[in-house]
């Protein structure tokens, strides 16, 4: 589980901070409405988890509440893992 | 269903809760024409306060410049008021074929078909010549009216960070299987002003076979040697597949907006664009005035070069003030503040002293990156010029944030 929200929260890292951006982001940080990741760009986060997990997430569970923070993009990816 | 007190009830709640959080937008009222110096009356009621303008995208001072106003007057005379109809069925007059040939001679391009606005070109394109097979590949920063396109597409989209060439690479190789693959950039960046890589975003294309679509509404007319937009600065000049730009701001800055670029792309968008099919095009008097406005960007450079010196020298006299830039080499110069409340107290305390800026903040512009966005234009004289200046100096040092970085500005205002 800790293994799948650190591979999570790399890919957040590595994907939407700038190189000198040393904002610190951990599993409850607000990503949406924290400003760090726009809703036009989880796009890529989206497909990165249905990749990597291999699940297929409908674009209306795809919402900015369920990819606030890593804590609760891990827990949509484990309810798409089970179905 | 009726307009009940509930449903009234929930309007107001909501329109209460984005004056709570700061983001109402309130207008304020030019009386006269749009220019360097104009009168505002702000807020409603108040009695006119002139102030020296310096938030317009009237770039190259031609909004009211009496030809355009002539040769706008004498296409109302010539070609009427309306023509209620669109495009395709009664509503192309010659001088729309014109404009839109003088437009692709001005960009370079193969052919050009105009839109009502920009934002209607934008919010047109990408679903007229992308499918379900093809992907759009976007600067983070581009313009909220791309966005909007983007998402009426069916194409996949994603996303590169602001100017970030190796991030660009990696997503380009990452969709390598699709049929199409369009990178998608402002040419100049509206809130912070910088100028895209276009000359890296091309090689890079030629490299990964992708086209490129550039949106140069704050370039077209003035950045490049001969103002034909980044294109021509970027040494690419011929080399860009998709170019939007608009009239709205530097090309006389009235309405009206195009694409252009490969000819078979602009004929899908006349073909299949619905902001084209379904909306009247630009009134006969403003496509007058826009092929009056072309002449003169066409035959002398004397007004672009008027705007680079103004801009140089107001970048110059901010930073040596102590004020914090962005950097870049477009008359958009923001001088970053961070603090939402700071930028709009400098703002008020700017307009008290006659200089008409406002400021931006979340969610317009990053968290912790509030700033004052400047603008220039031609129409700016020298004492105009000192004028804001000597506001600017005396507003920061009220604020005590003159040769002050990020980190003792947040850590005086916080974020």
């Known amino acids: 589980m800790d293994d799948q929200k650190k591979m999570i929260l790399d890919y957040v890292v590595r994907e939407y901070l700038e190189e000198d951006d040393d904002t610190e982001i951990t599993y409850d940080t607000e990503l949406i409405s924290g400003g760090i990741v726009d809703s036009f760009s989880m796009v890529s986060l989206k497909r990165f988890l249905e990749k990597k997990y291999n699940i297929s997430i409908p674009d209306a569970d795809a919402s900015p509440e369920a990819f606030d923070t890593v804590n609760s993009i891990s827990a949509l990816v484990d309810r798409f893992k089970k179905a | ?415």
């Open chain 2, 1 to 415: 269903m009726a307009f009940s007190t509930t449903i009234r009830e929930s309007y107001r709640q909501e329109l209460n809760g984005l004056r709570a959080a700061g983001l109402y937008k309130e207008e304020r009222f030019i009386l006269g024409n749009q220019g360097a110096d104009i009168e505002v009356e702000f807020p409603a009621g108040a009695a006119g306060r002139k102030v020296i303008n310096f938030c317009a995208n009237n770039y190259l001072g031609l909004s009211s410049h009496p030809d355009v106003v002539a040769a706008a007057r004498e296409g109302l005379a010539s070609h009427g008021y309306g023509m209620s109809s669109v495009r395709f069925i009664c509503g192309t007059q010659d001088i729309h074929r014109r404009l839109e040939d003088r437009l692709t001679a001005f960009l370079g391009t193969e052919d050009t078909i105009l839109f009502p606005s920009c934002m209607d070109a934008n919010a047109g394109v990408f679903e007229a010549c992308l499918g379900a097979d093809d992907v759009m590949i976007a600067d983070r920063l581009v313009h909220a009216s791309i966005v909007d396109g983007m998402r009426l597409c069916k194409a996949m989209n994603d996303t590169y960070k602001h100017s970030d060439m190796n991030h660009l690479e990696e997503k380009l190789k990452e969709h390598q299987d699709k049929r199409i693959r369009l990178i998608i950039t402002d040419g100049v960046f509206s809130m912070d002003g910088d100028i895209a890589k276009l000359d890296e975003i091309v090689a890079l294309a030629e490299k990964y076979d992708a086209l490129v679509f550039v949106d140069d509404s704050h370039a077209s007319g003035f950045i490049g040697k001969t103002g034909r937009g980044t294109h021509e600065h970027c040494g690419v000049f011929g080399k860009i597949d998709i170019i939007t730009t608009t009239l709205g701001k530097g090309l006389g800055g009235a309405s009206g907006g195009c694409v252009s670029g490969r000819k078979e792309i602009v004929e899908m968008c006349r073909q299949k664009a619905r902001p084209y099919l379904f909306s009247n095009t630009v009134a006969p008097m403003i496509v007058a005035g826009a092929l009056k406005v072309l002449d003169l960007v066409f035959t002398n450079t004397e007004r672009r070069d008027t705007l680079e010196w103004n801009t140089k020298y107001w970048r110059q006299g901010l930073a040596e003030a102590g004020f914090d830039l962005k950097q870049g080499d477009s008359p958009i110069v923001p001088v970053m503040l961070y603090n939402a409340k700071l930028a709009q107290d400098m703002a008020r305390d700017l307009f008290a002293e006659g200089i008409y800026v406002v400021g931006f903040f979340f969610p317009v512009v990053p968290q912790g990156a509030a700033r004052i966005r400047t603008q220039l234009s031609a129409a700016h004289t020298r004492a105009h010029l000192d004028k804001g200046l000597a506001a600017f100096r005396k507003v920061g040092a009220k604020h005590g944030i003159l040769g002050k970085g990020k980190k003792e500005i947040t850590e005086m205002f916080g974020k």
